[in-house]
């Protein structure tokens, strides 16, 4: 079992950037693929960007490629998601998410564990 815990949120104007981690427990954390979603309040969890065990595979949603990086760094047991050019839009609470298998996949149901949350708040 793997516990995650999200930090880097917080309140930027349009266009400006952060950066979100997330923190694993546990010595296997290279053994799972991650995964960023975000959610508004009363819509469906949304898939943002997922990356496999390796770091060298990687997947975007359509609406964040090219303005958000997914990265990760097994010797620190983190999980990065950089966010530039932010827009409104991009507002919601953003989740970090482990997933046993080693395919990467953008569907919630896909994943195992779940971090708390983090909320990223854009202005206009």
């Known amino acids: 079992q793997v516990q995650l815990v999200e930090s880097g949120g917080g309140a930027v104007q349009a266009g400006g950037s952060l950066r979100l981690s997330c923190a694993a427990s546990g010595r296997t954390f290279s053994s799972y693929v991650m995964g960023w979603f975000r959610q508004v309040s009363g819509k469906e969890r949304e898939f943002v960007s997922t990356i496999d065990r390796s770091g060298r595979l990687t997947s975007y949603a359509d609406s964040v490629k090219g303005r958000f990086t997914i990265s990760r760094d097994n010797a620190k047991n983190t999980v990065y998601l950089l966010l530039n050019s932010l827009k409104p839009e991009d507002t919601a609470v953003y989740y970090c998410?482990?997933?046993?298998?080693?395919?990467?996949?953008?569907?919630?149901?896909?994943?195992?564990?779940w971090g708390q949350g983090t909320q990223v708040t854009v202005s206009s």
């Open positions: 998410a482990a997933r046993t298998s080693w395919a990467i996949k953008t569907q919630a149901r896909e994943y195992d564990y």
